[in-house]
């Protein structure tokens, strides 16, 4: 069946270095793919999407690269703060369908002083 | 903020009761999306409206969930008789087509607690 999912349950960064968070994704019709962020009660936030026509995509101080060959995808975010701490989902879609996005687990994200 | 609001934020209710969740989606988006999200889970896809239009549903939606989106902008998901299982976290996301990007934005949830 299709399934997103995400290689590390759980990651632990120093301040300001870079973290890197993975993800794999089973459905070789997936053509759009979202990462978002969700702090605890809250809703997920919107961090960045890439389409599958791309490899890379750059935002603020966050990359999405992403390897269709092996259906992977992964999230830099550069000089990590503390306001980066919390969980992040990668979601994946696919064309022909309502465009309804199918999540992994999520991998939580602290950020050590 | 991402613009997508929802009421109540909380509900608390007793088993076989009705509850009515209520989404306002961002004012120029015909997309709306309605996602159930357990602890330590990610969100998971119940059903889509494109306008008024109700146009895919999951096989998560028994039939005691029914939504609707009558004039194309806030949408209302309604559980009756509810069940201890149904206790999570029901999101609302919207998005329009746009030069590309379909990003789906989220409200903040309504946590829902079946007693």
């Known amino acids: 069946g299709e399934s997103v999912g995400l290689h590390l349950p759980t990651l632990s960064v120093q301040e300001g270095d870079n973290s890197i968070i993975n993800c794999a994704y089973s459905n070789s019709a997936s053509d759009y793919f979202i990462w978002y962020k969700q702090e605890s009660g809250k809703g997920p936030q919107f961090i960045i999407d890439?389409?599958?026509?791309?490899d890379k995509r750059q935002g603020q101080r966050v990359t999405v690269l992403l390897n269709k060959t092996v259906k992977h995808l992964s999230l830099q975010i550069a000089a990590t703060q503390p306001g980066d701490s919390a969980v992040y989902f990668c979601a994946e879609s696919r064309s022909g369908s309502a465009r309804q996005l199918t999540f992994g687990s999520g991998t939580q994200l602290t950020v050590l002083p | 903020d991402t613009g997508v609001s929802q009421d109540p934020r909380h509900k608390i209710t007793k088993r076989g009761q009705n509850v009515t969740f209520r989404c306002d989606p961002i004012s120029e988006h015909n997309r709306l999306y309605w996602y159930r999200q357990t602890l330590g889970q990610g969100p998971e896809f119940l059903t889509y409206?494109?306008?008024?239009?109700?146009?895919?549903k999951s096989r998560l939606l028994s039939d005691r969930f029914s939504a609707e989106r009558p004039k194309g902008s806030f949408s209302t998901l309604e559980i009756q008789r509810t069940e201890q299982g149904d206790s999570a976290m029901y999101l609302c996301?919207?998005?329009?087509?746009?030069?590309?990007?379909?990003?789906?934005?989220f409200g903040p949830g309504t946590r829902l607690l079946v007693l």
């Open positions: 996301a919207s998005s329009r087509l746009s030069g590309g990007s379909e990003a789906q934005y």
């Open positions: 890439i389409r599958s026509n791309m």
């Open positions: 409206f494109q306008n008024e239009a109700q146009l895919e």
